[in-house]
């Protein structure tokens, strides 16, 4: 299989290795290098050239394809959280109807793998209906995904509604982030947004000033189309999160008992991570109509 992909997309600067059973991708140019995995189209590692990783993996993270690694930017789609019964109206106790959507379970092809005019590289994956897929999802559609590494590192997320029908959409690119603390972290960007808290019975609040991290976190800002600025001072540098096509930004840390729920998450790693996602969720889902395309964007790099 590796010697297939490399032969079929061949390119200086792209790599495809195996770690257990996860196919990885790896980009690397004068831009930087990062790599994902074919596996729920997953984003593993971005590192800045000159830089450190601006992405947190789990040390326990598993990669035998039985459960989403855990870290870096899993696709959340159609659905974020847990399946909202207003996207299609099946029944949401369905076993099929994994919290945060199917994309991140499911095997995506590799499209497509080029260099762009700038000098960027640029790989495609893509996902389209299959047995699995019809449990949860019954109804034909198409996604891509983009990753470049440029200047900055784009992300896109492409959703075509190949349908007859309209669905309601929710979703998120959820990105995890390594952080030299997330006590008192600092988020700038969101000051005088409206949140939902899911921590104090989905209240809606007003973000007052910069945010400070006290975990646990898990806001849901509305009405938020970015940027927003990590203030990561223990690791002397800001992270800029920019985003399209997206109105809600999510602040997540789970927190010492959170952590402890998670098999794939050391105990005291809520404090060296942050989510912080570029989506559309509660108000701010939108419809996609049939024939219709959507197009979810997000970009990171250092601040300057």
């Known amino acids: 299989m590796l010697e297939?992909?490399?032969?079929?997309?061949?390119?200086?600067?792209?790599?495809?290795?195996?770690?257990?059973?996860?196919?990885?991708?790896?980009?690397?140019?004068?831009?930087?290098?990062?790599?994902?995995?074919?596996?729920?189209?997953?984003?593993?590692?971005?590192?800045?050239?000159?830089?450190?990783?601006?992405?947190?993996?789990?040390?326990?993270?598993?990669?035998?394809?039985?459960?989403?690694?855990?870290g870096g930017v899993p696709v959340c789609w159609p659905w974020f959280g847990p399946y909202d019964p207003e996207a299609m109206g099946a029944d949401p106790t369905d076993a099929a109807k994994k919290a945060h959507g199917f994309a991140r379970y499911e095997l995506w092809d590799v499209e497509a793998v080029s260099s762009l005019p700038d000098g960027a590289t640029q790989v495609v994956l893509g996902l389209a209906p299959n047995p699995s897929i019809a449990k949860a999802w019954p109804h034909d559609f198409r996604l891509q995904l983009a990753v470049t590494l440029g200047e900055k590192l784009r992300v896109d997320l492409i959703a075509q509604n190949l349908s007859q029908r309209d669905w309601v959409v929710s979703e998120a690119l959820h990105t995890y982030f390594r952080i030299g603390e997330a006590e008192g972290l600092a988020i700038r960007g969101l000051e005088g947004v409206q949140y939902v808290d899911k921590l104090q019975d989905n209240a809606l609040l007003t973000q007052d000033g910069t945010l400070n991290i006290d975990p646990p976190l898990d806001r849901v800002f509305l009405d938020h189309t970015g940027p927003a600025i990590i203030e990561d001072t223990r690791q002397g540098r800001a992270i800029e999160l920019g985003k399209d096509g997206s109105a809600s930004t999510v602040v997540w840390n789970p927190g010492a008992e959170g952590a402890r729920g998670f098999a794939d998450m050391p105990d005291a790693d809520y404090h060296v991570m942050v989510c912080v996602e570029a989506c559309n969720a509660v108000k701010n889902r939108y419809t996609l109509h049939a024939g219709a395309t959507h197009t979810l964007s997000m970009t990171l790099s250092l601040a300057t």
């Open 4 to 70: 297939t992909l490399q032969a079929r997309f061949a390119h200086p600067n792209v790599k495809f290795a195996l770690r257990d059973q996860l196919i990885l991708i790896e980009l690397v140019n004068e831009f930087g290098s990062a790599s994902l995995t074919t596996y729920g189209g997953t984003l593993l590692s971005y590192v800045p050239a000159g830089g450190t990783d601006l992405l947190w993996v789990s040390e326990t993270a598993v990669y035998d394809g039985s459960k989403p690694v855990r």
